[in-house]
T-cell receptor, first 116, second 116 residues
Framework: EPEVTQTPSHQVTQMGQEVILRCVPI?????FYWYRQILGQKVEFLVS????????KSEIFDDQFSVERPDGSNFTLKIRSTKLEDSAMYFC??????????????FGPGTRLLVL | AQKITQTQPGMFVQEKEAVTLDCTYD???????LFWYKQPSSGEMIFLIY??????QNATEGRYSLNFQKARKSANLVISASQLGDSAMYFC?????????????FGQGTRLTINP
């Protein structure tokens, strides 16, 4: 069964460093998303992406964040200068469509980011 | 105001019993989708079930069913014949609107523990 994959599974970085989180969405999906979950809290939306551009972004997704689909399979989230409060689990998700059951978002296993 | 409210931080149930996890939502958009996800201790987010706002019937998926009461704005998840492997966090989420890559808004989650 097709699934969303994410690398790395864990990342430890120093405050101020840049990190790139990678995702491979399900191959026939057209809509892509990033979410994050701070430990013990609910899942929060960061950004959605469709047709090679950002569809929507949250207040969390400030100038330190960027997303890219560099080729036909990968979808990346870059944090330019990490802060302690960026420590969280980052989930990539994808959906085939945007409405109805086709709009169901399937999540990757997550990347656990720890900023020291 | 919270868009998704899950009022049960924790639930404890005996194996083989049925369990209902509560979820209420708040939206003025007539077109929306409601989702339940399971998050085991390993951290991944597993899609369980979807209910569209225009669906006439309650959604079912194996041992999972969704008790959709539109007038009350509730979308409770019912798990029949619970198993030890059902122990996990459960999140209710909503997607509003029909256009573009619509984000999911999540509730705080309910931690379900199945006792042998």
């Amino acid at each position: 069964e097709p699934e969303v994959t994410q690398t790395p599974s864990h990342q430890v970085t120093q405050m101020g460093q840049e990190v790139i989180l990678r995702c491979v969405p399900i191959s026939n999906h057209l809509y892509f998303y990033w979410y994050r979950q701070i430990l013990g809290q609910k899942v929060e939306f960061l950004v959605s992406f469709y047709n090679n551009e950002i569809s929507e972004k949250s207040e969390i997704f400030d100038d330190q964040f960027s997303v890219e689909r560099p080729d036909g399979s990968n979808f990346t989230l870059k944090i330019r200068s990490t802060k302690l409060e960026d420590s969280a689990m980052y989930f990539c998700a994808s959906s085939e469509g945007s409405t109805g059951f086709e709009g169901t978002q399937y999540f990757g296993p997550g990347t656990r980011l720890l900023v020291l | 105001a919270q868009k998704i409210t899950q009022t049960q931080p924790g639930m404890f149930v005996q194996e083989k019993e049925a369990v209902t996890l509560d979820c209420t939502y708040d939206t003025s958009d007539p077109s929306y989708g409601l989702f339940w996800y399971k998050q085991p201790s390993s951290g991944e987010m597993i899609f369980l079930i979807y209910q569209g706002s225009y669906d006439q019937q309650n959604a079912t998926e194996g041992r999972y069913s969704l008790n959709f009461q539109k007038a009350r704005k509730s979308a409770n998840l019912v798990i029949s014949a619970s198993q030890l492997g059902d122990s996990a966090m459960y999140f209710c989420a909503m997607r509003e609107g029909l256009r573009g890559a619509q984000k999911l808004v999540f509730g705080q989650g309910t931690r379900l523990t199945i006792n042998p």
